[in-house]
Structures are given as C-alpha cells and as structure tokens.
C-alpha cells in the first residue's frame, strides 16, 4: 500500500502515512520485511525451555505410544511429561500438539467418504414419518414437569404433546398415541403401518416397552444418529418454538395445569403457527392440502 499511487496527489503514499492511518508501528514492519528477506520463520520469544521443539515432540509422541488409554487431550499429556521429568508449560504442549496433529479427535471419525445420508429430513406427504422428544420444565407447586411431544415431519403438525411428572418410557408413548388416534382411526395391531418415528436414544425412547408398543401399532423405529441431533431436527426445533412461545413465558402450579395448557397450545400452534417452507400455510391448512377434504375428513 505504501508504493501505491495516489489518485490525487500522483505520488506514492508513503510508509509513515500508511502505517499511521492503519495504527500500526513501522518497526513491526520493518522487522516482519527483513525476516521475510532473510526466510526466517517467526518464533517463540523467551526461553527455549528443557529442550528443543523436535525433541519435546519426540517425547509427546512416546508418551502417547506408551499411554494405555487413547485420546487423553493436552492436559493429561502435559501432566505425564512433568511425572517423566520434563517440565514445560501446558500451552506449549498445546502448541505442539496442534501444530504436528497430535491432538485427540473430539468425535469418531465416519468410515468411508460418503455421506450416510443427504441431510434431509422432511417427507411430501403426511404420516409417513414422525419425530418425538423430551425437554423439562418447573411448575410452582409439583417441581420439575416433562413434556412429551410428537410433530409429523412433513406438515410440522403438532399431532401430539403431554406433561407428566415422572419421565419415563410408558409417559413418553401419550403423544405416539394421541396421534394414532387422530389420524389413524383408532388404536389397534398395525393401524399405523407405513409410519416412520425418528427418535433420540435417550432411555425412554431405547426402552423395551416403548418399542414393542410403537412396534404393535405398524410403527417403524428411526432413530437418530448418536451424537447427531438434526437427524432428529423437525422436533429439536419444535421444542425451541414451544420453549420461546409458552414454557418461558408461563408459570403453572400443577403438572395436571401444565398439561391442560399445552393441549390449548397445541390446538393454537397447529391452527396458526405459519411455515415458511409451505408458502407460510399453517399445519392444518398444509394437511388439508395434501390429503383433499375426503381423506383429511377420514383421518
């Protein structure tokens, strides 16, 4: 910039003018230049420490061959370095970890190079595949309260939802129910066959009782991929809509209030909650849509 022409004046800017508009100190730049020239790559400034880089390396990576455990971070590194004798700091430990790859992977790497899927969770049609999940909130008077809830992928209906004080698998399966009532007709062997649930592996979802009765009524299990919640996106991000819309704005004294209140909710949300990806159509509004007067009537 300071070997620049100006427009106006028709001389070079100049490297005192440049460096004071930038703020910054020309002796800075004077020595980045020379150790450009000279190809000298910056280094650490103060004492080099017990050894060498290369050598400090070499002992991080004998510490690491010779631990029994794998993917201990730079801390416990740092830490059998000093019982070995070697005492440096931990951000130097850090330092080289990072720069020679040898810091431990935070998540398992896929095998293969392909994607296991494309990222796409939604159906076009209705009750093909719903998704389920559990958050916790406090009433007044009972303590904490979980809510249950069950959103069709497709329309981003609300086809169920509860609240129960305790959190277990047989509380979890109301809202599966009251959307098998709704759109299938009833609650018999196989009256929801063709039905995908995606659900996490929390225990309540993984258990026994929750998965043979899901399994009885035709529904198939989807369950998410560990460590990997937007497989399960639809009713992770319904769950921040009920939060920033009813459960942060209302307090309740009973779980049984709670309940009553989210079934209004329900009736509200499924009413006049508006999707942009429909055009902003509202869930009913989508399932009438897709499946004519006739078969939304018979649901």
């Given at each position: 910039m300071s070997t620049a022409i100006s427009v106006s004046e028709h001389r070079r800017y100049g490297l005192e003018r440049v460096s004071r508009v930038w703020q910054v100190c020309r002796s800075a730049i004077y020595a980045r230049r020379a150790r450009a020239l000279a190809g000298v790559a910056p280094t650490r400034r103060g004492p080099q420490g017990p050894c060498s880089d290369p050598e400090l390396v070499a002992r991080i990576r004998k510490v690491i061959d010779d631990s029994p455990f794998t993917g201990e971070g730079y801390r416990k590194i740092w830490a059998r370095l000093r019982r070995a004798g070697v005492r440096t700091s931990k951000e130097r430990v850090r330092r080289l970890m990072r720069e020679y790859g040898l810091q431990a992977q935070s998540r398992p790497a896929k095998p293969g190079s392909e994607k296991l899927h494309d990222g796409h969770i939604t159906t076009a049609m209705p009750n093909l595949m719903w998704g389920t999940d559990?958050?916790?909130?406090?009433?007044?008077?009972?303590?904490?309260?979980?809510?249950?809830?069950?959103?069709?992928?497709?329309?981003?209906?609300?086809?169920?939802?509860?609240?129960?004080?305790?959190?277990?698998?047989?509380?979890?399966?109301?809202?599966?129910?009251?959307?098998?009532?709704?759109?299938?007709?009833?609650?018999?062997?196989?009256?929801?066959?063709?039905?995908?649930?995606?659900?996490?592996?929390?225990?309540?979802?993984?258990?026994?009782?929750?998965?043979?009765?899901?399994?009885?009524?035709?529904?198939?299990?989807?369950?998410a991929f560990v460590r990997e919640p937007e497989c399960n996106g639809c009713a992770e991000r319904f769950m921040r809509t009920l939060k920033e819309n009813f459960l942060w704005l209302h307090h309740f004294q009973t779980v049984e209030e709670l309940r009553v209140a989210l079934l209004e909710f329900q009736r509200v949300y499924n009413s006049q909650w508006i999707l942009q990806r429909h055009g902003y159509r509202t869930p009913d509004q989508?399932?009438?849509?897709?499946?004519?007067?006739?078969?939304?009537?018979?649901?």
């Amino acid at each position: 910039m300071s070997t620049a022409i100006s427009v106006s004046e028709h001389r070079r800017y100049g490297l005192e003018r440049v460096s004071r508009v930038w703020q910054v100190c020309r002796s800075a730049i004077y020595a980045r230049r020379a150790r450009a020239l000279a190809g000298v790559a910056p280094t650490r400034r103060g004492p080099q420490g017990p050894c060498s880089d290369p050598e400090l390396v070499a002992r991080i990576r004998k510490v690491i061959d010779d631990s029994p455990f794998t993917g201990e971070g730079y801390r416990k590194i740092w830490a059998r370095l000093r019982r070995a004798g070697v005492r440096t700091s931990k951000e130097r430990v850090r330092r080289l970890m990072r720069e020679y790859g040898l810091q431990a992977q935070s998540r398992p790497a896929k095998p293969g190079s392909e994607k296991l899927h494309d990222g796409h969770i939604t159906t076009a049609m209705p009750n093909l595949m719903w998704g389920t999940d559990m958050t916790t909130t406090a009433t007044v008077g009972q303590g904490q309260a979980a809510v249950f809830i069950a959103l069709d992928h497709c329309t981003g209906e609300l086809v169920g939802i509860h609240a129960s004080k305790r959190q277990d698998r047989f509380e979890a399966l109301e809202p599966i129910r009251q959307g098998v009532n709704k759109h299938f007709g009833g609650f018999a062997a196989g009256c929801a066959a063709g039905l995908m649930l995606r659900h996490d592996h929390g225990s309540n979802y993984m258990a026994e009782d929750f998965q043979n009765e899901i399994k009885f009524l035709g529904i198939e299990s989807s369950p998410a991929f560990v460590r990997e919640p937007e497989c399960n996106g639809c009713a992770e991000r319904f769950m921040r809509t009920l939060k920033e819309n009813f459960l942060w704005l209302h307090h309740f004294q009973t779980v049984e209030e709670l309940r009553v209140a989210l079934l209004e909710f329900q009736r509200v949300y499924n009413s006049q909650w508006i999707l942009q990806r429909h055009g902003y159509r509202t869930p009913d509004q989508v399932y009438a849509d897709l499946t004519g007067p006739g078969l939304a009537d018979a649901a």
